[in-house]
Structures are given as structure tokens and as C-alpha cells.
């Protein structure tokens, strides 16, 4: 992988990958550079490992979108750079492993649309939440209207939207917006504990659960069933299905291939 520079890529376990955003200085504001280099660290990541996780160093995990690049911003550039803002977003949340948000700290703004677009998140007990974009004149623009409101209704979106208040990880936890809070120093712990159970699940059946889940934002709910039982029925087809199968009537642990 070329060298980045605005994030740390490690390897802490086996088909495991971190993304840290390295502008700590900057509270791991996302300005272009950025979040250039995550798509592309991302592209790779996708073919190497089963569990993706996102942290930030220091104490943010990303307070919102570079506001001095925003400042000077047309709206032509705002279309133009999109592919780097919504559809970066769109990207992690339809890759095909798990990625989880370790959210360290501040997640404000375009880093808590980064956050929602994980596909599970887990809080340190400091960590802040917010969508402040109306407070600068502007609202947020990489998916920040459409999936808080999924994840803790209209009314609780409109509020956080409307009000630009932060919150705490313990209210975000009430919410819906995060999965888990776990004190400050076992964040990363706990974390990887989950990443790794992950990880050692059968990876096709993990990638089309994804699918069939995601699919529940776009399809009728017949849709989805209709889309489920043809993901489901393909797995039967894998030797993980088989060997899943045999190793629990022979009182032993699978051993999955991805195959
Ligand atoms: N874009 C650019 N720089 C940012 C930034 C952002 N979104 N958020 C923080 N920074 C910079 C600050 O300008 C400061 O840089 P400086 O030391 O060169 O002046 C540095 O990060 C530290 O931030 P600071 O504001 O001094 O930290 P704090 O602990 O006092 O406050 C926050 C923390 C998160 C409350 C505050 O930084 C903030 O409100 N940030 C903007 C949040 C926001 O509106 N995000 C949505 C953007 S669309």
C-alpha cells in the first residue's frame, strides 16, 4: 500500500485492519487529503481482511468535515468532490466485510457520518456526538440527514439537526446511535474482541448477511424476504455451509475456508 499520511493502517490480529485518522492536531478534521487516502487504503483493505475497524488518534475520533476547506468551498466544488464525502460514506457502508466505528471521542459532523456509515459502533464513555453543520450555515451533506433519522427516528434527528447539540456516549447509547459504550481504556479491547469473533465467521455468509441487512433501507419488506431466502439458499452451496453443519453434529469447532 502506497504511504499515507493522514492515516495509520495496522494489523493488530489476523484479517483484522485499524484505519486511524492521524490529524490529531486538527481533532482528525476530515479534509480531502483524507479521506482520499481512506478510500484508497479501503479498496485494498476489502480483499485482505474480514473486519475493518475506525479510530482516530488523540482525543477525536473526527470533529466533522475540514472546516477551513469548507470556508472557502463553491458550490460546484461541493458536487464535484462528493465522490470523496457521500459516496466515500456509501462506499464503507456497502463494502463487504464489517467495518466497526471505535469512536475514541469527538464524532461530530462529517465524522459522525462516517461513523453511521460503520456498520456497528462502538462508544468510549467520552466520546461526543453530534450533526453541528447548521451552527456554521450549512447542513450536513454526507448522509447525515438520511441516516441519523434511520437510526434514531425523525423526530430525535430533527432535534440534534435543528439544535446542532452535542451529546454524550451514554445518550447516544439511549438512542440508537451507538451499539455499546465501554469505559475510555478498554475501548480498543473491546473492540477488537468483537472484530475477531467477526472474523472467524464464515466470510461469505458474513458478506451476504450484510447485503440482505443493508437491503432493508431500499427494499418492501416482501422484497426483502424474497431477497433473503435467494442470499440464504446460495450459502448452501459453500463449503463453509457444509462444514458449519458437520462440525456442529460432530461436537467440534468449524473450521471456515470462505470458500
Ligand atoms: N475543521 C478544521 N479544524 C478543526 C475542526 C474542524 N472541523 N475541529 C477542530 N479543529 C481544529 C481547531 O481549529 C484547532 O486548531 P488550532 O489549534 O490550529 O486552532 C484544533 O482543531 C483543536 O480544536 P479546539 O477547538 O481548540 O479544541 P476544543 O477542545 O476547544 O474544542 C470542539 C473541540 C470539537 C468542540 C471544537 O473544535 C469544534 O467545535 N470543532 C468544530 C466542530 C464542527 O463544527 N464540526 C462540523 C464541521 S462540518
Known sequence: MEKMKKIIIEYPKKDVVIIIFNRPEKLNALNL??????????????EKARCLIFTGKGKAFAAGADINELSKRTSFDYLRISKWTTWLNHKIENLEIPVIAAINGYALGAGCELAMSCDIRIASDKAKF???????GIMPGAGGTQKLPR????????????TGELIDAKE?????????????????????????????????????????INATRSMTL?????????????????EDAREGLKAFLEKREPEFKGK
Open 33 to 46: 487529503e483524507t479521506r482520499k487516502e481512506i478510500s484508497a487504503a479501503i479498496d485494498e483493505i476489502e
Open 130 to 136: 453530534g450533526l453541528p453543520e447548521l451552527n456554521l
Open 151 to 162: 437510526l434514531v427516528g425523525v423526530g430525535m434527528a430533527k432535534k440534534l439537526i435543528f
Open 172 to 212: 447516544a447509547l439511549k438512542i440508537g446511535l451507538v451499539e455499546e459504550v465501554v469505559d475510555h481504556r478498554r475501548l480498543m479491547d473491546r473492540v477488537l474482541e468483537i472484530a475477531e469473533k467477526i472474523s472467524k465467521k464464515p466470510p461469505l455468509a458474513i458478506k451476504l448477511a450484510k447485503k440482505a
Open 222 to 238: 416482501e422484497e426483502g424476504l424474497r431477497y433473503e431466502v435467494g442470499l440464504a439458499a446460495l450459502l448452501f452451496s459453500t
